[in-house]
């Protein structure tokens, strides 16, 4: 089944083929009635995987609630000649599967790459959904810049029916989470987190974190198995780079990031300082400048300051009287005394003739 090349069905003019998987054929078509360039997938039945419709409407009803523009736009669902289609965006661009075949992203490319992945999976998660299956060939680079995620083939809602069997796993082996390799129950938005650490670590090292022949082997280390530091893997890649991806890639879903914006937070934040964060340093309190030096004016001649004196009692100046007076009189000390009694009785015999 499927559609020839150059015919029209419906609204849709079949142009050309632009993948084929196991689920289906992807054909590049033009919506006659809107004018515009689509996606428009055709469900492949498979009489061994008899849910696969089943899984085909779910992800049908999961990409009709997303609406983000770093994820790919769901357009509409519904049968064509008698066979189940979908209609998306058509991204123009390489997915970045096909970049990293070149080489590891530049740091900042890197992150740049990272924040636009981590809003189009905070807005899933917001919505109530887990994307399940996060890997760099469901990552699509536009040439203008911004990035596309699609792939929601095993995308999940909260309240949608589970089909994976308990003990069966879902997703690339290299980008499982540990609980996706457990098969315990339906994973959560850390999965996602978890995955999205994995192809973070890919993007700046250039290699996965953990490789090898063995599927098993690779799965066993998602399980048990340390993350490596990207750092050691590429020395120009920051430090903190490398401690914020482990955290990411925690064993533990409780000990990631509790969600995909502060995931993003971390990135941004730490993108703003410096690799090794120095000691604080206090900027010392602005000092006020010192005047300039003026010029003294010439100083005048003028009487030396003498220290004011302290009024002395009366009897210190009558002990200096009779010091003058003996210098004026020429008389020793003792004849101005005598000379002073002599004075006092004649005075008082003349009192006494007085008043007889």
Not at 219 to 240: C, D, K, L, Q, T
Request: hydrophobic share 40%; net charge negative.
């Amino acid at each position: 089944m499927g559609f020839e090349l150059g015919k029209t069905y419906g609204d849709y003019e079949v142009i050309d083929v632009e993948a084929s998987s196991r689920l289906g054929v992807a054909y590049r078509v033009r919506n006659l009635k809107m004018n515009r360039l689509e996606l428009l997938r055709v469900l492949t039945r498979r009489a061994e995987e008899p849910d696969q419709e089943e899984r085909f409407l779910r992800e049908s009803n999961v990409r009709a609630r997303l609406n983000h523009p770093n994820i790919e736009e769901f357009y509409w669902a519904g049968r064509l000649e008698g066979q189940l289609v979908m209609t998306t965006e058509l991204v123009e661009g390489t997915t970045l599967e096909e970049r990293l075949e070149l080489g590891p992203l530049p740091v900042e490319e890197a992150l740049q790459t990272a924040r636009q992945a981590l809003e189009a999976l905070a807005s899933a998660h917001k919505g109530g959904i887990v994307h399940r299956d996060v890997r760099p060939a469901n990552l699509i680079l536009t040439p203008q810049g911004r990035l596309k995620l699609s792939g929601f083939a095993l995308a999940k809602g909260a309240a949608d029916v589970t089909l994976t069997q308990v003990g069966t796993s879902l997703g690339e082996v290299h980008y499982m989470s540990p609980e996706q390799v457990r098969g315990l129950g339906a994973p959560e938005p850390a999965s996602d987190l978890y995955s999205f650490g994995v192809v973070l670590f890919e993007c700046l090292t250039g290699v996965k974190p953990f490789t090898s022949k063995s599927h098993f082997e690779v799965m066993m280390a998602h399980v048990n198995a340390e993350a490596p530091s990207a750092h050691m893997v590429r020395g120009e890649i920051p430090e903190w780079i490398s401690l914020v991806i482990r955290r990411a890639m925690s064993k533990e879903a409780a000990t990631r990031f509790p969600d995909a914006e502060a995931f993003a937070d971390a990135l941004l934040r730490r993108e703003e300082q410096p690799a090794t964060k120095p000691a604080a340093v206090v900027a010392p309190a602005p000092v006020a400048a010192k005047p300039k030096p003026v010029a003294a004016a010439p100083l005048e001649a003028s009487p030396p300051v003498r220290k004011p004196q302290t009024e002395r009692a009366p009897a210190a100046r009558m002990e200096t009287q009779p010091k003058d007076w003996n210098s004026k009189l020429g008389l020793s000390t003792g004849e101005v005394v005598l000379l002073g009694l002599g004075v006092v009785v004649v005075a008082a015999s003349a009192l006494l003739v007085v008043t007889s």
